[in-house]
């Protein structure tokens, strides 16, 4: 059973979406257990995590459905929750593995660890840090300090033995000792490494479960080494599958959107985002394609549905749990989601009729701004109904003007009327007349349509709709 998981995210930009799934799958995991989520910020990158960023990362994980019992903004037992914020707690940590000889401070400058590394290549050996500094003396430190060099922190490993790994995705996974090297874990800035802070944290804050990406798998035995030094407790590690596009490259803008809020203000509803993400590298049992609510979605999410296959990213699919989670709304839901692009209309019956009619030809707020404005204002038609007006011949609309002024307000009698004037039926009475009074072959239900449009605008429209047919120019 879960008690806490958590997302510890770095404000470097807005939200990406392979980090959106990696919070719903730690969110999703803690509360189908009935257990707890923290949101902590990992803000060790001072020069590219500006306060923008982690205001929009909250405000974009509050929009996909996510809520948090620790974090940033509503505190808790265990805070701080951003990092810079607990350097007190590290020092005393960073103390203690001084004291025992289990870290040591390293004076090696970027340029010579570089070096190091090209030296190591060109012998075709795994670069690692060869321990130059790993039995300085007392007298060689203060010599380095005399120099002006600030030391980083090293975390001492050793040089014999094997560590195992649990993961719930992937397995044991074992690991030589030898092959890791010392590694920082406090930067010659004095800001903590990622391999220290995300551990302890997670420790220090009760986490018992930690989702992560699985570029983190080499990170992990690092981690659990550092825990053990300090006496702490490691969490349950699992690793997610990386999140590619449909061409099984990274992620990125080329596949349609790179981050949540690209999905967002391209008019996404937050529950077609949470289905869809759901699934990417998860299998639901008995999935039968429905969309989800929150309960079923968190009921019925598994750790042991999680794949180690790769997921990818398909626009279209998105879109389909899109078009399913505009059919699943409410008129009233719908319209208070619609309200901006509503506020022509003046009344909110209209409103409610206005959405239910068009709610099976709508995905997408901009689709709705387009055919409000083919509601009120006269359209041009797009091409392939310029041809229809102008294939149909004059004829056939003045029979419809002139049965329109008879019938204009039964909208039956007015097409049986129509019928038996032009001898039309089916596509082709239809199509023209849908041309006409929408501008597009391929529309909402025509007899709501006139009735909200009314039958002025109607009478107007036929009679273009026959200028139209008049014209010769070409199309």
Known sequence: MIQKSRFAPSPTGYLHLGNARTALFAWLAARHDGGSFVLRIEDTDRERSPRQYEDALLEDLRWLGLDWDEGPDCGGAHGPYRQMERQAIYGELYQRLLDSGLAYPCYCTPEMLAAEREQQRAAGRAPRYSGRCRDLDASARAAMEAQGLRPSLRFRVATTGRLRVADLIWGEREYALADLGDFV?????????????????????????????????????????????????????????????????????????????????????????????????????????????????????????????????????????????????????????????????????????????????????????????????????????????????????????????????????????????SGRRGRALFQPLRAALTGRLHGPELAGWCALMGSERCRQRLAQAGRWAQSSAPI
């Open 185 to 421: 874990i406090r930067r010659s800035d004095g800001s903590p490494a990622f391999f220290f802070a995300n551990a302890v944290d997670d420790a220090l804050m009760g986490v018992d479960l930690v989702l992560r990406g699985e570029d983190h798998l080499s990170n992990t035995p690092r981690q659990i080494l550092i825990l053990q030094a300090l006496g702490l407790t490691p969490p349950r590690y699992g690793h997610l599958p990386l999140l590619l596009g449909r061409d099984a490259q990274p992620l990125s803008k080329r596949h349609g959107a790179a981050s949540l809020r690209d999905l967002r203000e391209a008019g996404f509803l937050p529950q077609a985002l949470r289905n869809y993400l759901a699934r990417l590298g998860h299998h639901y049992a008995e999935e039968d394609g429905r969309l989800l609510d929150d309960t079923e979605l968190r009921q019925r999410f598994r750790l042991e549905g999680i794949g180690r296959a790769p997921a990818h990213f398909d626009l279209e699919q998105l879109e389909h749990w899109q078009a399913q989670a505009v059919q699943s709304m409410t008129t009233e839901q719908l319209a208070a989601w619609l309200a901006a692009e509503l506020a022509e209309l003046a009344e909110p019956e209209d409103r409610r009729a206005f959405v239910e009619l068009i709610r099976p030809n709508i995905h997408f707020p901009a689709q709705v701004r387009d055919w409000l404005q083919r509601l009120l204002h006269d359209p041009e038609p797009d091409p392939e109904a310029l041809r229809v007006l102008r294939e149909t011949p004059e004829e056939f609309w003045a029979a419809a003007a002139h049965s329109f002024s008879a019938q204009a307000e039964d909208w039956k009698a007015w097409v049986a009327a129509l019928q038996e004037a």
